[in-house]
């Protein structure tokens, strides 16, 4: 069977557009698998520590240096945390070290819940 040299070639891009399409589908299937993973993950409570830098009494707040957190793939850094409700920024003092249990809430809002050593 004889294949005319345009059909062929028409024929070779529409399986190379499809085989493209496809592969652009894996990978943002790839990617929203990931990113739901991150999220679960994410929504766990974790411990760690750190240093309070800053009472923010009239937003109940508190910025902690805090340590590494494996759990989450995040490093140590300097972050302002709500706290649960109950818990009063006017309780902390400025150097204070605090190990506390920490969730997120949603993207880049999180929340000391309990602090486990004052």
Known sequence: MFIPFKDLALVSCSVLLCAAALTAQ????KMEHKQMASAQS?????????VVK?????TNQLKVQHQRIPEWDMRQMQMKFNLAPGMQAA?????QAI??????QNMMKFTIT?????
């Open 26 to 29: 894996a990978e943002e299937h």
């Open 54 to 58: 800053g009472v923010l009494a009239d």
């Open 42 to 50: 994410m929504a766990e409570v974790v411990t760690t520590s750190g």
């Open 91 to 95: 309780d902390f003092k400025e150097g």
């Open 99 to 104: 190990r506390f249990h920490l969730k997120q």
């Open 114 to 118: 309990d602090v486990i050593d004052q």
